[in-house]
């Protein structure tokens, strides 16, 4: 009898964020069965940065079923293109201009390698393992580490746009010389709603109030303290995600009324929220959305775990890069 091809079962699947990378082995089934992490942030040159990485990766399949089990390799980064494998001028990371990290990472590993941007790798694992499954239209949304992605889903198939660049929504302007942008514009979406858009109202709603305010005392605001000062009755904290709560409502009741999808999915570090940002959301989008569409768009939370979310999505990637091997 002669011998046949043996399926390899594993992907590795990367989740690059402004301060941390998260790298995981996973297996057809998907299940995480290796998951490490380490600084972005601490690798301002890029060249280190590969390296880094791809040490770390070798060594973790080695330690997972060794370099034959290993198919193929998914990336999720920010501002990242599908089409081209590059990150292209990334607003939130510190490598600047375009780097070809697909074609980086594929010389250094011998293995096939697949890039997209983070809301684009969401929405892929939101489709294989979560909230989209069985879906074939429907829109991810990804509110954290200071900024706002999306990726479209129409007809089971990521809508990419003629540059790979369809999406940002964070990006369209809500207000006409607004606040300053990452991306150099003013006024942007994400400048309101983000984690950091949050952080921004709630000073300055403190600076328009004399009314006393936990928000006041604390050394450092953050999203987690924001929260917290809800829960314990704050009027400033309260009114701080009613503003967002309405921003983000209006936008993304104008997305479905453009879109007209069965879904939107909401995932990131403010969804932790809950009903503080949830309950405004969802009043302001019910008056602003389309008559017609009013009612006919679920507005859902991720039910994945915010640390395995991307990584997952990543390895989805993986499976629909084509194999590819440098020592066959």
């Known amino acids: 009898m002669e011998e046949v091809d043996q399926i390899k079962t594993r992907v590795v699947g990367i989740d690059i964020r402004e301060g941390r990378t998260t790298y995981a082995v996973v297996n057809i089934r998907g299940e995480i069965l290796a998951l490490d992490y380490f ?19 070798l060594a973790m399949i080695e330690e ?30 510190q490598w600047k201009g375009v780097v070809p990290l697909a074609a980086m990472l594929q010389d250094r590993l011998g293995l096939a390698v697949a890039l997209a941007n983070d809301a684009h790798i969401t929405a892929l694992g939101e489709k294989a393992f979560g909230s989209a499954h069985g879906m074939k239209d429907f829109v991810v949304v990804s509110i954290s580490h200071g900024g706002l992605g999306s990726c479209i889903f129409t007809n089971g198939l ?6 790979g660049f369809a999406g940002e929504v964070g990006h369209t302007c809500v207000e006409v010389g607004g606040r300053l942008c990452g991306c150099g514009r003013r006024g942007c ?17 403190l600076e328009e109030s004399n ?34 709560g309405m921003m983000l409502g209006v936008g993304l009741a104008n997305y479905a009324s453009v879109l007209n999808p069965e879904a939107i999915i909401l995932t990131g570090d403010m969804m932790q929220a809950g009903k503080w940002l949830l309950k405004p959301m ?38 629909d890069v084509k194999e590819y091997s440098l020592y066959k």
Do not use: M
């Not at 370099?67 to 990336?75: L, N």
């Open 282 to 319: 969802r009043q302001a989008f019910d008056e602003h959305v389309f008559h017609n569409i009013r009612g006919n768009v679920r507005l859902l939370v991720s039910i994945l775990k915010e640390g395995e979310r991307d990584v997952l999505g990543a390895s989805a990637l993986a499976w």
């Open 158 to 163: 990521p809508h990419l746009g003629v540059n």
């Open 189 to 205: 979406l994400e400048t309101y709603v983000s984690d950091r858009g949050l952080i921004k109202t709630a000073e300055e709603l």
């Open 211 to 244: 009314e006393p305010s936990l928000l006041s005392q604390l050394e450092e605001i953050s999203v987690r303290t924001i929260i917290d000062s809800c829960d314990k009755g704050d009027k400033v904290a309260i009114r701080t995600f009613q503003k967002v």
């Open 64 to 93: 997972n079923g060794g370099y034959e089990s290993i198919r193929s390799v998914g990336i999720s980064a920010p501002s990242a293109n599908y089409l081209t494998g590059c990150i292209e001028n990334a607003a939130n990371l």
């Open 39 to 57: 600084q972005t942030s601490d690798f301002p040159n890029v060249a280190a940065y590969v390296t880094e990485l791809c040490d770390r990766v």
